[in-house]
């Protein structure tokens, strides 16, 4: 299942997941370059309204903090590591789809939010992209575990009002991590109504 048991069938060597590392480093670069919250790249909504639309895409990689940083950069690579392989072009994707949806359901679905920056709520997309994947591959209970043991930990921070596992200098916004959740259910829907489904190259 993970990168280091996956074979590239045309050079015999390691399939690296090296869209999650190239997406990985950018966000690393973006930190260690531009700091904590760039003023410039974060999700503003006033600043939005002026023209400025690059940061509904820049906000999602920059980060308030070091271990807001370090949270989201690691969990991007892990899911790399375990879906990349099976996933290729449709990673890319599903990080674009989160990123729209996240971005509508920031402007439209929560109106009194000004701020936000964070992988967050778009690495949700990810996660349920590559669960439903792996399902179709393998079958295995614990799949169907891990994506309600997501969809349990998405309610209860919802109902809390704060993330369970991290502390961050800007609060989290649980209601994003389900907008990007229901951003790759709505993805794989899409590609079974087309029939556009997944497939796995060996």
Not at 124 to 137: A, E, K
Not at 150 to 169: F, P, R, S
């Amino acid at each position: 299942m993970g990168v280091a048991s996956q074979m590239d069938g045309h050079h015999g060597g390691i399939a690296l997941p090296w869209r999650s590392m190239l997406l990985g480093a950018g966000a690393v670069v973006a930190y260690l370059v531009l700091g904590a919250a760039p003023e410039s790249w974060v999700f503003d909504r006033a600043a939005i309204a002026q023209g400025e639309w690059w940061r509904l895409v820049t906000g999602h990689w920059v980060h308030s903090d070091l271990a807001h940083a370090g949270w989201d950069i690691t969990a991007l690579l892990l899911l790399g590591v375990v879906f990349e392989a099976r996933l290729q072009w449709q990673l890319p994707l599903a990080l674009l789809i989160g990123t729209v949806g996240v971005d509508a359901w920031l402007w439209w679905g929560d109106p009194t939010l000004f701020y936000y920056c964070g992988l967050s709520g778009i690495l949700n997309s990810l996660l349920i992209v590559g669960l439903l994947q792996l399902w179709r591959d393998l079958r295995h209970p614990l799949i169907l575990l891990t994506g309600a043991g997501a969809v349990v930990k998405i309610l209860v921070e919802i109902n809390a009002g704060q993330a369970l596992l991290t502390q961050t200098a800007w609060p989290s916004v649980p209601s994003v991590h389900a907008a990007g959740f229901l951003c790759g259910l709505l993805l794989c829907w899409g590609f079974r109504v087309t029939g556009k489904v997944i497939v796995f190259r060996r």
